[in-house]
């Protein structure tokens, strides 16, 4: 018999409508899973029992909306989203205890459409990283393997969903943190344009990429959570102000309605033998559909990684400046003089990565070398839109790797971070232009680990995006549930 936490998104809201199962119950049964798979997975930082159940009884009691589009509905969000009555951490020591008093914009609109936030999921420490391993209070265990990462930063988001605590979750994309720990853990993961989620309310981490988006079990589940949160908002000016069409009722696509660019330099990349498996195969299920397959080339994309880092640490280390001991969180007890309170506030507050982060991005502003490598950056940013953009002339979307390697395991790469950082080759360069991008699980290496691939559209194409997402998702095997010891 299916359980309730089995269901997705789509299928719990018709259960609500239908009155098969009440609010109450479906947010009793996922936290009763959360529970129990929580000491394997290790996805939260916080669970909000008792704030979760309180709204649930309280919607049960007032009957079913249908105008609010998420009804009911479980999910959990990152911990870098503000949210009253919980501490939001960023996944650093620095704010351990920090209860904000204001609600991020995404929060305040998920509540307002009638979701439950059960709790809110571990990350890499100000979402800097892509395993979870660089959150203060420890890793998040992928769900397929528990020896394993879960990618990151939104790895505690991907991993509740993959397994199977929530249908649904909000994560933040800057270079990837979306899309990769949804590839890695095998759900599916939207990051939208820049511009159309605010940002109001998010811990910053680079202020020019950051953008928060939905991970869910299928591609139309996720575009019922953009639905929900995206759109104007006075708090935040760089959101584009333009309608939001319905990402939920599309019309289908047909298969050979579709061209997708396969960029050369990511496919005739050295991709690990389990992830080429897949993917040729998932590659050879498109074209027997009848989708039109071309190749294009991203001729400055081996700049990507190099202007990534320079440009998100530069923003980092403007946007981390304010965690100096006075006016948010940890704060060094009894320092000597103001000197010794910053430093000792952020040497302690801050994880080796953060302040990897900080000093790099310091560097690179500093007088003498701001010309030299921010500038740069800033400009080969600017060649590689270029090259998206000319590549998207040809195609309705790219289609490409997420990652070149299934999810590895934990602690491999520590003391390596210039490897972890390449390993973002194929995400970041979406943030660098700003278009939406869609991870969708593609099938099982014979490591039984999960392989994703994703779709790049051009700004604002998200409704089409998602369509073309179902069209993957239809045509590729549908995965098993992972296995999950339960206490
Ligand atoms: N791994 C990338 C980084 O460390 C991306 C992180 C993100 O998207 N938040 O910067």
């Not at 959990?76 to 008093?101: E, H, I, M, N, W």
Request: aromatic share 8%.
């Amino acid at each position: 018999m299916t359980q309730l936490w089995q269901l997705n998104l789509a299928q719990c809201s018709e259960g609500l409508k239908n009155k098969d199962f009440s609010v109450t119950e479906l947010t009793e049964a996922c936290l009763k899973r959360l529970t129990e798979t929580e000491p394997a997975i290790k996805s939260c930082l916080a669970v909000l029992e008792d704030q979760a159940l309180e709204t649930a009884r309280d919607l049960d009691r007032r009957g079913n909306d249908s105008s609010r589009l998420l009804w009911g509905l479980p999910l959990t969000v990152k911990d870098v989203f503000c949210l009253k009555g919980a501490p939001t951490t960023a996944g650093s020591r620095q704010l351990s205890d920090y209860y904000s008093v204001f609600e991020a914009t995404v929060v305040r609109r998920l509540k307002a459409h009638g979701a439950i936030i059960l709790a809110k999921t571990n990350c890499d420490e100000f979402a800097m990283g892509s395993s979870t391993e660089f959150s203060a209070f420890g890793p998040t265990r992928n769900p397929w393997d528990r020896q394993r990462v879960p990618g990151g930063s939104s790895g505690g988001a991907a991993a509740s969903v993959a397994g199977f605590q929530v249908p649904g979750a909000f994560g933040t994309d800057t270079g990837g943190s979306i899309r990769q720990p949804a590839a890695l853990c095998g759900c599916v993961g939207l990051k939208p344009t820049y511009g159309r989620v605010s940002r109001y309310g998010i811990i910053a981490y680079g202020s020019s990429f950051d953008q928060a988006g939905p991970l869910a079990r299928t591609a139309a589940d996720c575009g019922r959570l953009l639905q929900a949160v995206a759109g104007p908002d006075a708090y935040d000016a760089t959101l584009a102000d333009c309608p939001v069409p319905d990402f939920v009722n599309q019309r289908p696509l047909k298969p050979n309605e579709l061209t997708l660019g396969l960029p050369r330099q990511f496919w005739n990349a050295d991709l690990h033998p389990q992830v080429a498996k897949v993917l040729d195969e998932a590659r050879n299920l498109l074209t027997k559909a009848g989708l039109n397959l071309i190749e294009v080339d991203l001729p400055n994309i081996k700049y990507a990684v190099a202007a990534y880092y320079i440009l998100a640490s530069a923003e980092a280390s403007t946007n981390l400046a304010r965690y100096d001991g006075v006016r948010y969180g940890f704060r060094q007890p009894d320092p000597g003089d103001l000197m010794e309170l910053y430093t000792k506030t952020r040497q302690t507050g801050l994880g080796p990565e953060a302040r990897r982060r900080i000093l790099l991005g310091t560097f690179v502003l500093s007088s003498g070398y701001y010309e030299a490598y921010y500038r740069k950056a800033a400009q080969v940013r600017r060649l590689i839109k270029n090259d998206i953009e000319a590549a998207l002339t040809r195609c309705h979307f790219l289609l490409a790797p997420v990652s070149a390697i299934p999810a590895w395991p934990l602690g491999s790469f520590l003391d390596d971070p210039l490897t972890v950082y390449q390993m973002d080759l194929m995400t970041l360069p979406l943030n660098l232009y700003g278009g939406p991008g869609l991870s969708v699980p593609a099938g099982l290496g014979d490591d039984n680990l999960p392989v994703g691939a994703q779709l790049w559209g051009k700004p604002m194409s998200e409704a089409s995006l998602i369509s073309a997402g179902r069209v993957l998702e239809s045509l590729w095997p549908k995965l098993p549930e992972p296995q999950i010891p339960v206490i």
